[in-house]
Structures are given as structure tokens and as C-alpha cells.
């Protein structure tokens, strides 16, 4: 390592590992800080949508500690450091870019991924599916979404976006005629969902950011409901259906004039 301040960040996580240190952070595991690698994911995320700079570098510095966090663990117990993590990636990233730091060619982002994917195929010791890279743990959605990227990069996919509408018309006729069979419901919402997110992808919409955007609408909308209501000295629970829904369409017409 040669970076002043990157090298002081994991000389300060092994102070906070060390006998005079936190006692927190040395009781921590891999196991007990994969909830908050996660976390950290999902907020540097967050600060991508919102398009906050500060907030974005904020937020990469804590995901960063994860990983320098993790490494520290791994050294301790002998099994690796950071600069094994930081020779893997580089080692990695000039392995699978021929077409940079090789003679190989390739002009489009398509021929890249399909290059990518034979190289990891050839990486791999065991025989296996290509699919194995995607980790089962993730949330189902992004999951949903890596599985069909992979798979399309090797052209099994559906031929354009109509073809998938198709497909998902068909599936909320099946999700339809299983509504009073709650075994088959599942397995049909499922199947809706999985067609859904192939639909984002095929469009270039990255689902996640997609349904995280209608959350932020419900989440602003219901708020105008519930200040409105108390404007009139009411809670939601004091209110009808009626009264709130009108709430949410002077909410959404707000909007649309912000827009504007």
C-alpha cells in the first residue's frame, strides 16, 4: 500500500482491534458485521438516488470500513490481509479486461460481458453453473435481476421487451385464475414478479432503484395524508377511505405542479 490516508484507516482499525482498543469492535465476527455491510450497501444506494455528493462520500468511506474491517479479522486469524484483497481485485479486474491491458478486442459493453463470463469460466476449478456467482443470500429482487443479466449475456433471454410484455401478460392471467388456490398463488406471484423485473432490465430500468422511487412516493404521499389530517385534527385511524384518497390525489396533483 502507498496511499497515506488509506493506510492510516487500517492502521486505525487494528488499533480499535488491539488490547487497548474498543471493546465493541473487538468483539465483532464476520458473522455479527454482515448485517451492517449491508446497511452500508444500501445507503451508499441511497445517497446515489438522492444524488448527495457529500453524502455519497460519506457514505463510501463507511462501506470501505467493512471491507478494511473484514480484512483486519482475516489477519488476526492469519488467513489473509487487505493487501491480499486489494492483489486479488487488481489481479482480477486486469485478468478480465484483455481487451484493456491485453491483445484481445472488443467495442461494445455486450462483447465485454460475454468475454467476462468465458473468463470466469475458465477461472473456475470445479465445473459448475455460471450462475453460481450469484449469491442466494441477496434480496430476491436483485437476485431475480443478476440471474437473468448472466443468463443473457449467452443469449437466453427473451428477443426484445414486447416478447417479455408478453410474458407478463400471460403471467397475470395464470396469477389470476390461482386467486382462490393460495398453494398456487405464490408460485404464481412468483413467476409475475420474476417477469416484472425482466421487463426493467430489457427497458435499461434498474428494478431496485424503480421500486425504491414508488417507495418514496408512498412514503411522501401518506405523510401529506397524515399532516393534512392533522391540520384537521384528525389521525389516519380517525379518517375514511374516502377522505384519504382524496388526500392522495391532491398529494400526487402537488406533485405533478413541483414538476413543473
Not at 493506510?7 to 486505525?12: D, P, S
Not at 427497458?203 to 404521499?221: C, M, T, V
Request: hydrophobic share 40%; proline share 4%; net charge negative.
Amino acid at each position: 500500500m502507498d496511499h497515506p490516508k488509506f493506510e492510516a484507516l487500517v492502521e486505525l482499525v487494528r488499533k480499535l482491534r488491539g488490547p487497548d482498543g474498543c471493546p465493541w469492535d473487538r468483539k465483532q465476527t464476520h458473522a455479527s458485521l454482515k448485517p451492517m455491510l449491508v446497511e452500508e450497501a444500501y445507503e451508499v444506494i441511497e445517497a446515489i438516488d438522492e444524488e448527495n455528493d457529500r453524502k455519497l462520500a460519506e457514505e463510501l468511506g463507511d462501506l470501505l470500513l467493512q471491507v478494511v474491517f473484514h480484512a483486519e479479522i482475516a489477519r488476526e486469524e492469519s488467513r489473509f490481509d487487505i493487501d491480499d484483497v486489494l492483489a486479488s481485485i487488481y489481479d482480477k479486474m486486469v485478468r478480465r479486461h484483455p481487451h484493456v491491458f491485453g491483445n484481445d478486442s472488443a467495442s461494445t459493453p455486450e462483447e465485454v460481458l460475454r468475454n467476462w463470463e468465458a473468463i470466469k469460466k475458465a477461472e473456475r476449478t470445479t465445473k459448475g453453473s455460471m450462475l453460481d456467482g450469484v449469491s442466494k443470500s441477496m434480496p430476491a429482487l436483485l437476485e431475480a435481476l443478476q440471474l437473468t443479466e448472466r443468463a443473457a449475456r449467452v443469449n437466453f433471454d427473451w428477443p426484445d421487451v414486447t416478447a417479455c410484455l408478453s410474458k407478463l401478460d400471460e403471467e397475470i392471467a395464470e396469477f389470476k385464475s390461482a386467486i382462490t388456490n393460495l398453494t398456487a398463488l405464490e408460485d404464481e406471484l412468483g413467476d409475475l414478479l420474476f417477469v416484472t423485473v425482466n421487463v426493467a432490465r430489457l427497458l435499461g430500468i434498474d428494478p431496485e432503484s424503480a421500486l425504491k422511487r414508488a417507495n418514496r412516493k408512498f412514503r411522501n404521499r401518506f405523510s401529506y395524508i397524515e399532516h393534512a389530517l392533522a391540520q384537521r385534527g384528525l389521525r389516519p385511524e380517525q379518517s375514511n377511505l374516502q377522505e384519504m384518497d382524496a388526500l392522495w390525489n391532491e398529494a400526487k396533483q402537488n406533485e405533478k405542479k413541483e414538476v413543473v
